[in-house]
């Protein structure tokens, strides 16, 4: 059973995710939720369409971060694992995509910890 966040496989949690909703409409994945067992992966695939000129935009608040939490944003396709921290995120990050190529990619969410969370992800 993988559960590797930095894996081009398909990642199976242990744990248990709790209040979670999450949607994914138009190109933009939205996902909240309560608290999550640490290291739950939520997962979302999505496409790029032109790496050299789209960026990954994050929109991600965490309500409660008790010390040494964190949110690890992962993207994955193929060889090529990136991961970013995006606990404390004061503005929407806005993430190049030209080291991945066209296609699919796995955006992930690791949850370390962190609690009362909402985000909005897209690429543009």
């Given at each position: 059973?993988?559960?590797?966040?930095?894996?081009?496989?398909?990642?199976?949690?242990?744990?248990?995710?709790?209040?979670?909703?999450?949607?994914?409409?138009?190109?933009?994945?939205?996902?909240?939720?309560?608290?999550?067992?640490?290291?739950?992966?939520?997962?979302?695939?999505?496409?790029?369409?032109?790496?050299?000129?789209?960026?990954?935009?994050?929109?991600?608040?965490?309500?409660?971060?008790?010390?040494?939490?964190?949110?690890?944003?992962?993207?994955?396709?193929?060889?090529?694992?990136?991961?970013?921290?995006?606990?404390?995120?004061?503005?929407?990050?806005?993430?190049?995509?030209?080291?991945?190529?066209?296609?699919?990619?796995?955006?992930?969410?690791?949850?370390?910890?962190?609690?009362?969370?909402t985000s909005e992800i897209t690429i543009e």
């Amino acid at each position: 059973m993988n559960t590797d966040p930095s894996s081009d496989e398909r990642v199976w949690n242990l744990g248990v995710i709790q209040m979670s909703v999450s949607n994914y409409w138009d190109g933009v994945w939205n996902f909240s939720f309560k608290r999550a067992s640490d290291g739950f992966v939520e997962e979302r695939n999505m496409k790029i369409e032109d790496a050299e000129t789209q960026k990954l935009y994050a929109d991600i608040s965490c309500g409660t971060v008790p010390d040494g939490a964190s949110l690890i944003l992962w993207l994955v396709q193929g060889d090529r694992a990136e991961s970013v921290d995006v606990t404390d995120l004061s503005k929407t990050l806005e993430y190049p995509l030209e080291g991945f190529k066209d296609g699919k990619i796995h955006v992930r969410l690791q949850i370390n910890g962190v609690e009362d969370v909402t985000s909005e992800i897209t690429i543009e």
